[in-house]
Nanobody
């Protein structure tokens, strides 16, 4: 059974850092591109970052460029989202998602992905 499990969420003060992990089970993550999405109440799920299966394509939503870094470790069947200099507007539920193709310009669309984790809550508050 394919499964994605996010962890590493929590509460942090503005300017702080968190590292989200996404661990895959039941399939080999190295064959998939991975996206990270954020959702806040009343809004649609928003694409935050993307890494291709070969790690040669990285994409970020404009507001997180220079602060967030997506990475993967295929040996651990995992992907990560390092979030630095967090702002209150970064808060939300973060989801990882996978798809077995290169998405190019479609990376930020939630409809492009096949499998999703259950989400990890990130709160940024003083």
């Amino acid at each position: 059974q394919r499964r994605l499990v996010e962890s590493g969420g929590g509460t942090v003060q503005p300017g702080g850092s968190l590292r989200l992990s996404c661990v895959a089970s039941g399939f080999t993550l190295e064959d998939s591109a991975v996206g990270w999405f954020r959702q806040v109440p009343g809004k649609d799920r928003e694409g935050i970052a993307y890494i291709s299966s070969t790690s040669d394509e990285l994409n970020y939503e404009d507001s997180v460029k220079g602060r967030f870094t997506i990475s993967r470790d295929n040996a651990k069947n995992s992907a990560y989202l390092q979030m630095n200099s967090l702002k209150p507007e970064d808060a939300g539920v973060y989801y990882c998602a996978t798809v077995t193709q290169s998405l190019l310009a479609l990376w930020s669309s939630k409809w492009s992905y096949d499998y999703w984790g259950q989400g990890a809550q990130v709160t940024v508050s003083a």
